[in-house]
């Protein structure tokens, strides 16, 4: 995935220092969204002795993502509007899932992965090169890691 983005990044005419960095997300987040679907790591992140403020530790770190793409890669400066859009919806939505009954957090999660994929591509606009950023992050964080193993 990361050598994909390199190399899609490049062929916009990205500088090296943005195409690495867009590895790198890349590398991190499509690397997250297969491993988080994973009954191995579900399994982990849902033992008993990890609570809701644990998994939306782990959520919150990856504002850090949001906060880059619209410093890095959104336009000249920084997009306050998309970090604040997309930050602020994954966070209300983990903590939504989080809170949910185990029973509705997939579904759930998914109306919500819904809405974020509307606002990433309609109302903000994709992020050129990076049109696969949102939904996988939000594949990663609400879908695969807020969605525990069904027995």
């Keep these: 995935g990361a050598a994909l983005v390199a190399v ?11 195409v690495l960095l867009g590895a790198l997300i890349g590398a991190d987040v499509i690397g997250g969204a297969v491993c988080n679907m994973t009954e191995t790591t579900k399994r982990w992140y849902h033992r008993p ?14 504002i850090l993502h949001i906060v880059v793409v619209a410093w890095a890669f959104r336009s000249e400066g920084f ?8 930050g602020g919806w994954l966070l209300a939505s ?3 899932v989080l809170f949910a009954p185990a029973a509705l957090r997939s579904p759930l999660a998914t109306t919500l992965f819904s ?4 606002l990433s591509l309609y109302a903000l606009g994709p992020t050129p090169g990076l049109e696969w950023f ?6 990663k964080l609400l879908i695969g890691h807020t969605v525990p193993l069904r027995s």
Excluded: C, M
């Excluded at 997009?79 to 997309?86: E, K, R, S, V």
């Excluded at 809405?115 to 509307?118: F, K, Q």
């Excluded at 949102?134 to 594949?139: G, I, S, T, W």
């Design 49 to 62: 002795e990890q609570g809701p403020r644990d998994h939306l530790k782990f959520i919150a770190l990856h």
């Design 134 to 139: 949102v939904p996988l992050l939000f594949v």
């Design 8 to 18: 899609h990044l490049s062929a916009l005419g990205l500088s090296w220092p943005l």
């Design 94 to 96: 983990a903590t939504i």
């Design 115 to 118: 809405v974020a994929l509307g």
């Design 79 to 86: 997009d306050a509007i998309y970090a604040f859009t997309i």
